[in-house]
């Protein structure tokens, strides 16, 4: 048996019950303490092993040989759980969620779990590698962008990271399996909130008063051409308004209307442009109903872009362990964000998917779903990926 085989099972019991010790326990982005002192705790045991004291609150980031020169690959692992209630299908689950509301529901249980048990096998083998590897156990994926604070807060100033691999747990894939994409894989997003400002009257007497509320129905209907008559169709965008609130009772027309929602595209051009064209139809359609409307955008997360030399490794790795049907590299690119783009912004990068979907199942739970648990049979595949990984890189970069 490859030695390194041997080790991944060595550790996997231990791995197995941590990973459903976090399920059992999950904590929303920004509130991962118990988390990060888990994870800690258990890379202190490591030799050769040097954990850094936060860079935020409930972060941790630990270099495996922290004085040795030579190449240096960050591993990265997600810790946050989501706001969703674990369904009472998962009622007899021995580790279901303890914690009303909240549950991991996106498998970053599994990813915390598999970098820790990437590092408890290399901090073994130390010193049969020529260079440095650094694990990135990141807080608030879910929420505001945790890679980005990091990265303003000095990752890569202390670490000096040459590249920087990371997994998502993906239920379209059996177990076996890895997906990826080269180049563009993930949008980018914007924010977008706007108010419609009209003049309030009786519901009894529409004529005396500027309804916001017909003025941002308007506007709704408005907002849904702009994809498909504004952008080139080869473009991807989307538009999406999630939230409208607006009066108080049932025979009042309130003075205004608030809309919320979000923009999702490949090519910064394209935000640009979804951008101009919202505020353009936001503005006239308000003025063509005699309202105003104001509308202001937050910019989220960048577009994840897959480097094609990390992408192209990450392949050849793939296929030397799982063989050539282990390996698809036909993933389309996905409009949803992932906040891993902050960190390719920096150093060259790329994140691939890990099969999670049992082998004799045609469906499985998606992410964000009630009912989603991480496969723990993913557990050693994702190990081996992080470990050959890092050992190949090491060693060909020396």
Known sequence: MDLLVQRINEVLPEITAFRRELHAHPELSRQEYETS??????????????????????????????????????????????PIQEEASHAALPYRSQVDGVMHACGHDGHTANLLGTAKVLSGMADQLPGRVVFVFQPDEEATGGAGVLCRRGLFDVTRIDAIVALHAWPQRPVGTISMRYGLAQAASTCFCLTVRGAGSH???????????????????????????????????????????????????????AMKGTLRYLRPEVGALLRERVSEVVENTARAHRATAVVEFEEGYPSLRNDESIARFVERTGRD?????????????????????????????????????????????????????????????????????AVRFLNDSK
């Open 203 to 257: 519901g009894a007497y529409p004529h005396r008063g500027i309804d916001p509320i017909v003025v941002a129905a308007h506007t709704l209907t408005a907002l849904q051409t702009i994809v498909s008559r504004s952008l080139d169709p080869v473009d991807a965008g989307v538009v999406t308004v999630g939230a409208i609130h607006a009066g108080t009772a049932q025979n009042v027309i309130p003075s205004e209307c």
């Open 321 to 389: 362990i799982l063989g050539e049907a282990g390996v698809s590299c036909d993933d389309p690119p996905s409009m949803g964000v992932e906040d891993f783009a902050y960190y390719t912004q920096r150093v060259p990068g790329m994140m691939f998917r890990l099969g999670v979907r049992p082998q004799d199942a045609d469906t499985y739970p998606p992410l964000h779903n009630p009912r989603f648990n991480f496969n723990d049979d993913a557990l050693p595949i994702g190990m081996r990926m992080f470990c050959e990984l």
């Open 37 to 82: 002192r888990r994870v800690r705790e258990r890379l202190a045991r490591l030799p050769h092993l040097k954990v850094l004291p936060p860079l935020g609150e409930t972060d941790v980031v630990a270099i495996l040989n922290p004085d040795r020169d030579g190449p240096c690959l960050a591993l990265r692992g997600d810790m946050d759980a989501l």
